[in-house]
């Protein structure tokens, strides 16, 4: 845990005084989730795929998609598994593999049918205001061990998440 910024700063500042004040707490930390709900970078991504002949995505940020759906699964395994235990724990959850967000919005453009190009640039032509890490991937292995969870492929389920997306 090294935050970048002050939002991580005080994320973290969160989690610690939790830690700190309850008897029973899980912290489940995650990243770049997606979904069929509401606004995520895969639904913006088919949107523009569709008005747009190309779009600028960033290279040089590695991490983890994490579908909404994978996510609420792990959740239901942890409570479950923890039982009501006394239990101080923290724990990490993505779906598995690690990819440039470049790639991934290539991949959901494939997934999706869109023929819009990714053209690649670096974090700092983005612009951001926020400082991002350039590897932000989660070791996930704590919960599987603790769960015994199988945690699928991130391109496993993007396909899964467009079809939903797709069929609604």
Known sequence: VCPQSA??????????????????????????R?????????KTMLRLGTERDFVNVVDDQNGNPTWAYDLACAIMLLIRRANLKNIKEIFNFSNEGVIPWNNFAEAIFYIG????????????????????????????????????????????????CIEEITNN
């Open 34 to 42: 997606y979904s069929e709900y509401g606004n995520n970078f895969v």
């Open 7 to 32: 939002y991580g700063r005080t994320k973290l500042a969160g989690e610690n005084l939790a830690l700190k004040a309850c008897q029973n707490t899980i912290i489940l930390r995650t990243s770049w």
């Open 113 to 160: 049918g869109k023929n819009c190009e990714v053209r690649p640039i670096s974090t700092k032509e983005y612009g951001s205001k926020a400082n991002r890490p350039a590897f932000s991937a989660l070791d996930k292995t704590k919960i599987k061990e603790y769960t015994g969870i199988r945690i699928p492929f991130w391109r496993d389920s993007l396909i899964k």
